[in-house]
Protein backbone atom coordinates (compact mmCIF):
# COMPACT_ATOMS: atom_id res chain seq x y z
CA UNK A 1 0.00 0.00 0.00
CA UNK A 2 0.90 3.28 -0.70
CA UNK A 3 1.86 6.26 1.48
CA UNK A 4 1.13 9.76 1.78
CA UNK A 5 1.88 12.62 4.24
CA UNK A 6 -0.08 15.29 4.66
CA UNK A 7 1.92 18.25 5.70
CA UNK A 8 -1.27 20.11 7.60
CA UNK A 9 -1.42 23.62 7.67
CA UNK A 10 -4.88 24.01 8.28
CA UNK A 11 -5.21 25.80 11.95
CA UNK A 12 -9.20 23.96 11.89
CA UNK A 13 -8.95 21.06 15.26
CA UNK A 14 -12.21 19.45 13.92
CA UNK A 15 -14.19 17.88 11.19
CA UNK A 16 -13.75 21.23 8.76
CA UNK A 17 -9.80 20.31 9.01
CA UNK A 18 -9.12 19.90 5.23
CA UNK A 19 -6.12 17.38 5.72
CA UNK A 20 -8.93 15.06 7.37
CA UNK A 21 -10.73 15.69 4.04
CA UNK A 22 -8.29 14.69 1.96
CA UNK A 23 -7.34 11.34 3.96
CA UNK A 24 -10.86 10.53 3.54
CA UNK A 25 -10.40 10.83 -0.04
CA UNK A 26 -7.33 8.83 -0.50
CA UNK A 27 -9.13 5.16 0.25
CA UNK A 28 -6.20 3.45 -1.59
CA UNK A 29 -3.30 4.53 0.76
CA UNK A 30 -1.94 4.39 4.09
CA UNK A 31 -2.35 8.45 5.06
CA UNK A 32 -0.39 10.05 7.92
CA UNK A 33 -0.98 13.56 9.18
CA UNK A 34 1.39 16.20 10.81
CA UNK A 35 0.09 19.26 11.65
CA UNK A 36 2.91 21.66 10.95
CA UNK A 37 1.45 24.40 11.42
CA UNK A 38 1.34 23.71 15.11
CA UNK A 39 4.94 22.95 14.68
CA UNK A 40 4.62 19.07 14.49
CA UNK A 41 7.36 17.76 11.82
CA UNK A 42 8.16 14.20 10.59
CA UNK A 43 11.40 12.84 11.87
CA UNK A 44 11.79 11.59 7.96
CA UNK A 45 10.18 11.25 5.04
CA UNK A 46 10.06 7.88 4.48
CA UNK A 47 6.57 8.47 1.94
CA UNK A 48 5.94 7.69 -1.12
CA UNK A 49 3.86 10.81 -1.20
CA UNK A 50 3.13 14.33 -0.03
CA UNK A 51 0.60 16.64 0.08
CA UNK A 52 0.19 20.27 1.35
CA UNK A 53 -3.32 21.58 2.15
CA UNK A 54 -5.11 25.13 2.59
CA UNK A 55 -4.26 27.50 5.12
CA UNK A 56 -5.58 30.82 6.93
CA UNK A 57 -1.74 31.80 6.94
CA UNK A 58 0.00 33.48 4.42
CA UNK A 59 3.41 32.06 2.88
CA UNK A 60 5.19 35.10 3.31
CA UNK A 61 3.89 35.08 7.04
CA UNK A 62 7.06 35.02 9.14
CA UNK A 63 6.86 32.03 11.04
CA UNK A 64 9.78 29.69 11.94
CA UNK A 65 6.84 26.80 11.06
CA UNK A 66 6.91 28.06 7.42
CA UNK A 67 10.86 28.69 6.97
CA UNK A 68 10.73 24.61 8.39
CA UNK A 69 8.26 23.60 5.80
CA UNK A 70 9.85 25.37 2.73
CA UNK A 71 13.08 23.37 3.83
CA UNK A 72 11.15 20.01 3.48
CA UNK A 73 9.63 20.83 0.57
CA UNK A 74 13.24 21.49 -0.67
CA UNK A 75 13.98 17.94 0.24
CA UNK A 76 11.08 16.67 -1.13
CA UNK A 77 12.36 18.89 -4.94
CA UNK A 78 15.70 16.80 -4.18
CA UNK A 79 14.24 13.45 -3.66
CA UNK A 80 12.21 14.20 -6.81
CA UNK A 81 8.85 12.42 -4.79
CA UNK A 82 5.57 13.71 -6.14
CA UNK A 83 4.05 16.40 -4.33
CA UNK A 84 0.60 18.05 -4.33
CA UNK A 85 0.33 21.65 -2.87
CA UNK A 86 -3.34 22.83 -2.65
CA UNK A 87 -3.77 26.73 -2.38
CA UNK A 88 -1.13 28.03 0.28
CA UNK A 89 0.65 24.70 -0.33
CA UNK A 90 0.78 25.77 -4.17
CA UNK A 91 1.97 29.20 -2.91
CA UNK A 92 4.31 27.51 -0.45
CA UNK A 93 5.91 25.23 -2.88
CA UNK A 94 6.39 28.04 -5.37
CA UNK A 95 8.04 30.58 -2.67
CA UNK A 96 10.44 27.50 -1.64
CA UNK A 97 11.64 26.86 -5.67
CA UNK A 98 12.39 30.61 -6.54
CA UNK A 99 9.29 31.33 -7.71
CA UNK A 100 7.29 34.58 -6.42
CA UNK A 101 4.35 35.47 -4.33
CA UNK A 102 1.73 38.56 -4.59
CA UNK A 103 -1.31 39.35 -2.92
CA UNK A 104 -4.61 38.54 -4.44
CA UNK A 105 -8.10 39.83 -4.08
CA UNK A 106 -9.41 36.71 -4.29
CA UNK A 107 -10.42 36.27 -0.38
CA UNK A 108 -13.90 35.85 -0.87
CA UNK A 109 -15.03 31.77 -1.41
CA UNK A 110 -16.89 31.15 -4.43
CA UNK A 111 -16.62 28.93 -7.39
CA UNK A 112 -14.42 29.98 -10.31
CA UNK A 113 -13.83 29.46 -14.14
CA UNK A 114 -10.55 27.63 -14.78
CA UNK A 115 -8.95 26.13 -17.78
CA UNK A 116 -6.44 23.74 -18.98
CA UNK A 117 -3.58 24.51 -21.12
CA UNK A 118 -2.46 22.14 -23.86
CA UNK A 119 0.11 20.87 -21.16
CA UNK A 120 -2.66 20.72 -18.59
CA UNK A 121 -4.78 18.40 -20.50
CA UNK A 122 -1.95 15.51 -21.14
CA UNK A 123 -0.90 15.87 -17.54
CA UNK A 124 -1.82 12.88 -15.38
CA UNK A 125 -3.33 14.75 -12.79
CA UNK A 126 -6.16 16.00 -14.90
CA UNK A 127 -7.11 12.63 -16.00
CA UNK A 128 -11.10 13.08 -16.45
CA UNK A 129 -11.37 16.33 -16.00
CA UNK A 130 -12.78 18.50 -18.82
CA UNK A 131 -10.64 21.74 -20.97
CA UNK A 132 -12.80 23.96 -19.08
CA UNK A 133 -13.79 23.69 -15.44
CA UNK A 134 -15.44 24.74 -12.67
CA UNK A 135 -14.03 24.39 -8.73
CA UNK A 136 -14.23 26.45 -5.37
CA UNK A 137 -11.42 29.04 -4.90
CA UNK A 138 -10.43 31.09 -2.09
CA UNK A 139 -7.24 33.02 -1.21
CA UNK A 140 -5.31 35.50 -0.35
CA UNK A 141 -2.09 35.09 -2.43
CA UNK A 142 -1.17 34.29 -5.84
CA UNK A 143 1.59 33.10 -8.26
CA UNK A 144 3.18 35.95 -9.69
CA UNK A 145 6.21 34.11 -11.11
CA UNK A 146 6.91 30.56 -11.07
CA UNK A 147 10.34 28.19 -9.96
CA UNK A 148 12.41 28.02 -13.64
CA UNK A 149 11.77 24.95 -15.82
CA UNK A 150 7.72 25.20 -14.71
CA UNK A 151 4.92 24.55 -16.93
CA UNK A 152 1.31 26.00 -16.14
CA UNK A 153 -1.42 23.78 -16.54
CA UNK A 154 -4.19 25.57 -15.78
CA UNK A 155 -5.28 29.26 -15.78
CA UNK A 156 -7.95 31.66 -15.63
CA UNK A 157 -8.89 35.74 -15.57
CA UNK A 158 -6.63 35.58 -12.15
CA UNK A 159 -3.72 34.23 -13.49
CA UNK A 160 -1.67 31.11 -12.90
CA UNK A 161 -3.68 28.36 -11.14
CA UNK A 162 -2.08 24.69 -11.52
CA UNK A 163 1.87 23.98 -12.43
CA UNK A 164 4.01 21.28 -12.50
CA UNK A 165 7.55 20.77 -11.70
CA UNK A 166 9.30 17.53 -12.03
CA UNK A 167 7.36 15.35 -9.94
CA UNK A 168 5.65 18.13 -8.33
CA UNK A 169 1.81 19.98 -8.68
CA UNK A 170 0.49 22.95 -7.51
CA UNK A 171 -3.27 23.90 -7.54
CA UNK A 172 -4.76 27.31 -6.66
CA UNK A 173 -8.09 25.98 -6.12
CA UNK A 174 -10.35 23.51 -4.08
CA UNK A 175 -10.76 20.08 -5.39
CA UNK A 176 -11.54 18.46 -1.90
CA UNK A 177 -14.67 20.56 -0.96
CA UNK A 178 -17.24 18.83 -2.59
CA UNK A 179 -20.88 18.60 -1.72
CA UNK A 180 -20.29 16.00 1.51
CA UNK A 181 -18.26 18.13 2.92
CA UNK A 182 -19.23 21.77 2.79
CA UNK A 183 -18.81 22.71 6.33
CA UNK A 184 -15.46 24.28 5.46
CA UNK A 185 -16.83 26.54 2.67
CA UNK A 186 -19.59 27.41 4.60
CA UNK A 187 -16.86 29.05 7.33
CA UNK A 188 -15.88 30.91 4.60
CA UNK A 189 -19.07 32.79 3.87
CA UNK A 190 -20.52 35.42 6.22
CA UNK A 191 -24.31 36.10 4.52
CA UNK A 192 -27.09 33.12 4.78
CA UNK A 193 -27.41 34.11 0.97
CA UNK A 194 -23.90 33.47 0.14
CA UNK A 195 -23.89 30.27 1.77
CA UNK A 196 -27.07 29.31 0.18
CA UNK A 197 -25.30 29.87 -3.64
CA UNK A 198 -22.28 28.23 -2.41
CA UNK A 199 -24.38 24.86 -1.58
CA UNK A 200 -26.10 24.91 -4.61
CA UNK A 201 -22.76 25.38 -6.55
CA UNK A 202 -20.96 22.77 -5.00
CA UNK A 203 -24.03 20.31 -5.52
CA UNK A 204 -23.69 21.03 -9.37
CA UNK A 205 -19.89 21.44 -9.53
CA UNK A 206 -18.10 19.55 -6.53
CA UNK A 207 -18.15 16.37 -7.10
CA UNK A 208 -15.80 16.10 -10.50
CA UNK A 209 -13.05 17.81 -9.20
CA UNK A 210 -12.22 15.32 -6.39
CA UNK A 211 -10.78 13.13 -9.26
CA UNK A 212 -8.49 15.52 -8.89
CA UNK A 213 -6.97 13.91 -5.66
CA UNK A 214 -7.51 10.45 -6.69
CA UNK A 215 -5.62 10.95 -9.79
CA UNK A 216 -2.76 12.51 -7.71
CA UNK A 217 -3.07 9.27 -5.48
CA UNK A 218 -2.35 7.28 -8.92
CA UNK A 219 0.41 8.95 -9.83
CA UNK A 220 1.86 8.21 -6.07
Request: with cysteine; net charge positive.
Amino acid sequence: MKKILILDVDFDNGINNSALMLKRILKKSKVDIFRVCKNSFPKNLDYDGFIINGSEASVNDNKLWIKKLENIIKQIYKMKKPLLGICFGHEIIVKSLNGKISYSNINKAGYNKFYLTKQGQKDKLFKGIPNKFICLESHFDKVSQLPKNSIILAKNKQGIQAFKLGKIRGIQFHPEINPTNLSLALILVEKKKEAIKLVKEAKKYGSPVVKIITNFEEMV
